[in-house]
């Protein structure tokens, strides 16, 4: 057997790889940059009646030393390798959800708007690519306060991106960072989170409107308290007849080290002991029910199931689907 496989890959690089190559450089018009561009992040599935669709915000490289808290970077570096990443930096993905149903419109989440890396800020290119325009959108359903999910609704220069929306926001999230004598209490590091969320929201502090966990917050979704990765951090159950889907917003990282591994902690955890109790119970949630889910930071399309796995889970993505 070896000797054939090496027979395979020998012959597969004499033979095809230079006329494949030569070939292609003949005949292919060189557009400039085209060739590096994806086809537009969006995908459309549905939940029951409710018409779901992913759309992609780019990603942000994140070095992996001192990214889990309380792993070694070699162990670290290990759960990249089994999953076929690069175990120098890892790439952190960004994929919010827009529901239609009624010919209503609402989004979970924004993205970074023109706030985050360059390899970032595709969200509107790609939700108008998707067909929608976001002078349409009815509501917004914020799950916590870091700048990725809510520097989508405001640009640098300070325009509101979504003139008509309705603005939902975790209370418990609302109460933790618009606290002025929290903010002033607050370590160095942490003080730019609190200027940006009233960056964001300082100029409608009066319009946004605070739902509470565990609640119905809008037909068909549920509100679910996930504390410790932000105080008010919130997932969600969207239902629709049978259809269900556990949007577990930032309930894990990067599936491949967190959901691998429930009791790593990443940096961004601000309160790790509670953020690793909520992350086995919802991921044991989604495993027990078969549910499926979604996470704002797992590859594109961002939604798939979990199995129990030893000690740990294993993120299942679903299979792309050319059908809604
Ligand atoms: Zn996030």
């Known amino acids: 057997m070896e000797m054939t496989r090496r027979a395979v890959l020998a012959s597969t690089a004499l033979a095809a790889a230079p006329l494949g190559v030569t070939a292609l450089a003949q005949t292919t018009p060189a557009p400039q940059n085209a060739q590096s561009r994806q086809a537009p992040g969006f995908y459309r599935y549905k939940v029951g009646d409710i018409e779901v669709t ?27 390798q089994e999953a076929f990443l690069p175990a120098d930096a890892l790439a952190i993905t960004f994929t919010t ?22 390899t970032s800020g595709l969200w509107m290119s790609n939700f108008r690519a998707a067909g929608f325009d976001p002078a349409q959108v009815d509501t917004i359903v914020i799950s916590h306060f870091h700048g990725d999910h809510i520097n989508g609704l405001r640009l640098k220069d300070g325009t509101a991106v979504f003139p008509k929306a309705e603005i939902l926001v975790p209370a418990t999230e609302w109460d933790f960072w618009m606290d002025d004598v929290r903010m002033n209490q607050a370590p160095d590091a942490m003080k730019g989170g609190f200027q940006g969320v009233r960056r964001v929201f300082g100029p409608i502090a009066k319009d946004v409107k ?16 996930a504390p410790g990765h932000t105080p008010g951090h919130t997932s969600y159950m969207l239902s629709s007849g049978a259809g269900r889907l556990m949007i577990m917003s930032d309930v894990t990282n ?19 002991d509670q953020a690793r109790a909520t992350r086995r119970r919802m991921l044991d949630i989604a495993a027990t029910e078969r549910a499926q889910v979604a ?16 000690n740990g889970f294993r993120f299942v993505p679903v299979q792309w689907n050319s059908a809604v």
Do not use: C
């Open 295 to 310: 996470f704002y930071h797992a590859p594109f399309p961002a939604t798939g199931h979990i199995a129990k796995d030893g």
């Open 210 to 225: 605070r739902y509470e966990a565990d609640k119905e917050i809008l037909p068909g979704l549920t509100s679910i308290a």
């Open 54 to 80: 992913a759309i992609q915000d780019g990603f942000a490289r994140r070095p992996l030393e001192g990214f889990v808290r309380n792993a070694e970077l070699a162990q670290v570096q290990q759960a990249m």
């Open 254 to 272: 990067h599936p491949a080290l967190f959901v691998r591994n429930p009791d790593w902690s990443a940096i961004f955890d601000m309160d790790a």
């Open 97 to 118: 959800l827009v529901l239609q149903r009624n010919g209503r419109l609402t989004l979970i989440d924004t993205g970074n708007g023109d706030s985050g890396a360059p």
